[in-house]
Nanobody, 124 residues
Framework: QVPLVESGGGLVQAGGSLRLSCAASGRTSSFYRMGWFRQAPGKEREFVATINRSGGSTYYADSVKGRFTISRDNAKNTVYLQMNSLKPEDTAVYYC?????????????????WGQGTQVTVSS
């Protein structure tokens, strides 16, 4: 197990920005793929973004495309999610996840390791 710890969540007004961080106790470079998911109250966990080992390939959910940016710094064993132009519907607990799959998967079940989550609340 490689614990993943998210941070950076909080309360922000609509239109604002937040940057989430996900720190791994092990080497993030050992995981081919890192991802972010979110879960709003009463809803299923949904895919947000994913990035490959080198950081050269990213994939986003349509709902966040153009507003969110995923990146990783393997030297710091950290993955980031820059969230701009936030909307109230972005309110959720955000989770970091890791996988060794080369294929881009958006299903949570395809990721092997998870953090505990960080709350993001966007007020209107």
């Amino acid at each position: 197990q490689v614990p993943l710890v998210e941070s950076g969540g909080g309360l922000v007004q609509a239109g604002g920005s937040l940057r989430l961080s996900c720190a791994a106790s092990g080497r993030t470079s050992s995981f081919y793929r890192m991802g972010w998911f979110r879960q709003a109250p009463g809803k299923e966990r949904e895919f947000v973004a994913t990035i490959n080992r080198s950081g050269g390939s990213t994939y986003y959910a349509d709902s966040v495309k153009g507003r969110f940016t995923i990146s990783r710094d393997n030297a710091k064993n950290t993955v980031y999610l820059q969230m701009n132009s936030l909307k109230p519907e972005d309110t959720a607990v955000y989770y970091c996840a890791a996988s060794n799959t080369i294929v881009v998967y958006t299903a949570p079940g395809r990721y092997d390791y998870w953090g505990q989550g960080t709350q993001v609340t966007v007020s209107s």
